[in-house]
């Protein structure tokens, strides 16, 4: 199937290993040209060396400056940009929520749902220049459903539901599609560290 997406240029956070790593590789596949931010620098170079036409940067999505550098050089780096794919998140910690240490819920909330507006807000007015801009933002079956003992998670993906829900509004005027896929559990380094610590 053609998804069209020759020429197109995008940064997928989070896009070195899992999901997004996935994304990643249909993306050049299908003939975009594709930088991807991490915090894992040893995937990243796992991810480049496997894929030489990959653009890669370290970047910590709850971090406003980090978020900042990261657009600056993938947008220099790609010539533009036409979508961002905002992938980052955490599992957060597992438990009865009023047992939550609170500096693990912003934790949780500040990569999954605040690191996704860090990354938005600063990639508008590079979108507005494309001809077919889009944001796609990852929720979880958990921001539709909620799941117990993942509280700070469901919270954070059922905020992401709604802040895709008002970015396609706002944005939509400017021709800026934006929508929000809502996956199911994928195996991965991530839910087998949940499902270890439920265990």
Same mark, same amino acid.
């Given at each position: 199937?053609?998804?069209?997406?020759?020429?197109? #240029?995008?940064?997928?956070?989070?896009?070195?290993?899992?999901?997004? &790593?996935?994304?990643?590789?249909? &993306?050049?596949?299908?003939? $975009?040209?594709?930088?991807?931010?991490?915090?894992?620098?040893?995937?990243?170079?796992?991810?480049?060396?496997?894929?030489?036409? /990959?653009?890669?940067?370290?970047?910590?999505?709850?971090?406003?400056?980090?978020?900042?550098?990261?657009?600056?050089? $993938?947008?220099?780096?790609?010539?533009? /940009?036409?979508?961002?794919?905002?992938?980052?998140?955490?599992? *957060?910690?597992?438990? =009865?929520?009023?047992?939550?240490?609170?500096?693990?819920?912003?934790?949780?909330?500040?990569?999954? &749902?605040?690191?996704?507006?860090?990354?938005?807000?600063?990639?508008?007015?590079?979108? #507005?220049?494309?001809?077919? =801009?889009?944001?796609?933002?990852?929720?979880?079956?958990?921001?539709?459903?909620?799941?117990?003992?993942?509280?700070?998670?469901?919270?954070?993906?059922?905020?992401?539901? *709604?802040?895709?829900?008002?970015?396609?509004?706002?944005?939509?005027?400017?021709?800026?599609?934006?929508? =929000?896929?809502?996956?199911?559990?994928?195996? *991965?380094?991530?839910?087998?560290?949940?499902?270890?610590?439920?265990?």
């Amino acid at each position: 199937m053609d998804l069209q997406l020759t020429s197109a #240029k995008v940064i997928v956070t989070a896009g070195a290993s899992g999901i997004g &790593l996935k994304i990643t590789e249909r &993306l050049l596949a299908e003939g $975009a040209s594709v930088y991807i931010c991490d915090i894992d620098v040893a995937a990243l170079e796992a991810a480049k060396e496997k894929n030489p036409s /990959l653009m890669t940067g370290v970047c910590d999505v709850s971090k406003r400056d980090s978020v900042a550098n990261m657009v600056e050089q $993938a947008v220099q780096g790609l010539g533009g /940009l036409d979508c961002l794919i905002n992938n980052a998140g955490i599992a *957060g910690p597992t438990g =009865a929520f009023h047992e939550i240490d609170p500096n693990d819920w912003d934790r949780c909330i500040e990569v999954c &749902l605040t690191g996704q507006f860090n990354c938005a807000r600063l990639v508008v007015d590079h979108l #507005k220049k494309s001809n077919n =801009a889009s944001i796609v933002n990852l929720s979880s079956a958990a921001g539709r459903f909620g799941f117990p003992n993942r509280a700070p998670y469901s919270a954070a993906k059922w905020g992401v539901v *709604g802040f895709t829900k008002s970015l396609s509004m706002e944005l939509g005027a400017f021709g800026i599609r934006c929508n =929000a896929v809502l996956p199911g559990p994928v195996d *991965g380094a991530r839910i087998q560290a949940v499902i270890q610590e439920k265990a």
